[in-house]
């Protein structure tokens, strides 16, 4: 178990300082805004089959994150949750709005920026009011399935990690 988590905090510490890279200008955080923290989530990203907006034939929606927050060192320090929510071990929750989006590489959740207002207790996430997604890896929608009328409603969960920075004030 021990070398488990060891193993989790070394993946982890090597995807936030992978993380480092270059940011699209699309994505960069406004500039009165500065780093809090940053984390890791690892988890899956559920899609349901449904009717696509033209009515005409079925796809992949997506539906909620489930992953949980790791620090560098793999402390766990909450969850993505529906929203996108960002909710702290301490209670706080930064509420997630897409702002943009940047494609990511192919089978993984396209990079992002949101906008963040503060729910819940007074805590990590009280001050946070942008969020940047990175190094996606996995999670995107699924390519396989729903195709018939039997898949409406059908739910499928796609692995996935990414680096997630918190700015505020």
């Known amino acids: 178990m021990k070398s488990v988590i060891l193993a989790f905090a070394a993946s982890s510490a090597a995807l936030l300082m992978g993380g480092c890279t270059s940011v699209p200008p699309l994505l960069a955080a406004p500039g009165d805004e500065q780093l809090l923290f ?9 899609y349901h ?3 696509s907006n033209d009515g005409q034939s079925l796809a992949w929606a997506p539906l909620q994150p489930d992953a949980v927050l790791r ?13 996108p929510n960002f909710v702290h071990r301490d ?3 930064a509420e997630g709005l897409l702002k943009a989006r940047d494609p990511a590489q192919p089978g993984a959740l396209p990079l992002a920026l949101y906008q963040s207002s503060g ?8 001050p946070v ?3 940047q997604q990175l190094s ?6 699924p390519t396989q399935g729903c195709s018939s009328g039997t898949d409406i409603m059908s ?4 692995p996935f990690t990414a680096e997630f920075r918190f700015f505020g004030r």
Do not use: F, H
């Not at 560098?72 to 949750?81: A, F, K, V």
């Not at 739910?155 to 796609?158: D, K, N």
């Open 136 to 141: 996606t890896r996995g999670g995107a929608q």
């Open 119 to 126: 729910a819940g207790s007074t805590g990590a996430m009280t």
């Open 91 to 93: 209670g706080s929750v």
């Open 38 to 46: 940053s984390a890791v989530a690892e988890g899956s990203w559920s």
């Open 49 to 51: 089959c449904r009717l």
């Open 71 to 83: 620090d560098s060192i793999g402390r766990n320090i909450g969850r993505l949750e529906a929203g």
């Open 155 to 158: 739910e499928q969960r796609v």
């Open 129 to 131: 009011r942008s969020i």
